[in-house]
């Protein structure tokens, strides 16, 4: 079975970096994309960043977008989530999705679907 282990985060001051870490593994198969959302208190989890392990087609939520660079090791089944320039509405619980099937994952509105696998939330707070 898929497991994903998601790490880093914490606390950045406003302008600052972080870096979330998603590693995958359990898994034979290369149709997968591996995702990123978040969900901000009183907010709905929203999808933020996106790579495809099929053809590298990385996509970000224009909230983020020139902010946040998303890349992956496929060496190590890693993909990592560089964010800079943080605001304090960046603040949110992260979390790392291992999404079957990679066709159409990452694109605008990027959607999860139950057979999806994820990792733990991670919190990331940005203060102003």
């Known amino acids: 079975e898929v497991q994903v282990v998601a790490s880093g985060g914490g606390l950045a001051q406003a302008g600052g970096s972080l870096r979330l870490s998603c590693a995958a593994s359990g898994f034979t198969f290369d149709d997968y994309a591996i995702g990123w959302f978040r969900r901000a208190p009183g907010k709905e989890r929203e999808g933020v960043s996106c790579i495809s392990r099929t053809d590298g087609v990385t996509y970000y939520a224009d909230s983020v977008k020139g902010r946040f660079t998303i890349s992956s090791d496929n060496a190590k089944n890693t993909v990592y989530l560089q964010m800079n320039s943080l605001k304090p509405e960046d603040t949110a619980v992260y979390y790392c999705?291992?999404?079957?099937?990679?066709?159409?994952?990452?694109?605008?509105?990027?959607?999860?679907?139950?057979?999806?696998?994820w990792g733990q939330g991670i919190q990331v707070t940005v203060s102003s």
């Open positions: 999705a291992f999404l079957i099937e990679a066709v159409n994952r990452c694109v605008g509105d990027m959607y999860y679907t139950p057979r999806d696998y």
